[in-house]
């Protein structure tokens, strides 16, 4: 397992934005894929949206043109920019992580979660 970090949740009205932020730590060889899900109550878990290393990110069609997800320089930190935030996108939302920790260990790693609520 690798920690993951996250910050950034909290309460929001409609219409409103947040910015989460999920940092690994420790050794790492390679992460390949960081991303996030989400669970609200009475729900599984879902996908947000994820980003790997060749560029390519994945969005859930609930929050396409509205989440923009992104990774800084030095690749251990994925931001998940949320606009238009509607009553719906209220969840916890959990940060991923798949990498390997040698050129033959995977791992793959969650978050604690971090909440959103969308409520005027």
């Known amino acids: 397992q690798v920690p993951l970090v996250e910050s950034g949740g909290g309460l929001v009205q409609p219409g409103g934005s947040l910015r989460l932020a999920c940092t690994a730590s420790?050794?790492?060889?390679?992460?390949?894929?960081m991303g996030w899900y989400r669970q609200a109550p009475g729900k599984t878990r879902e996908l947000v949206a994820t980003?790997?290393?060749?560029?390519?990110?994945n969005y859930a069609d609930s929050v396409k043109d509205r989440f923009i997800i992104s990774r800084d320089n030095t690749r251990t930190t994925v931001y998940l920019q949320m606009n238009t935030l509607k009553p719906e996108d209220t969840a916890v939302y959990y940060c991923?992580?798949?990498?390997?920790?040698?050129?033959?260990?995977?791992?793959?790693?969650w978050g604690q979660g971090t909440q959103v609520t969308v409520s005027s």
């Open positions: 991923y992580a798949r990498g390997r920790f040698t050129a033959y260990e995977d791992f793959d790693s």
């Open positions: 980003t790997s290393n060749d560029g390519t990110s």
């Open positions: 420790g050794y790492i060889f390679v992460l390949l894929v």
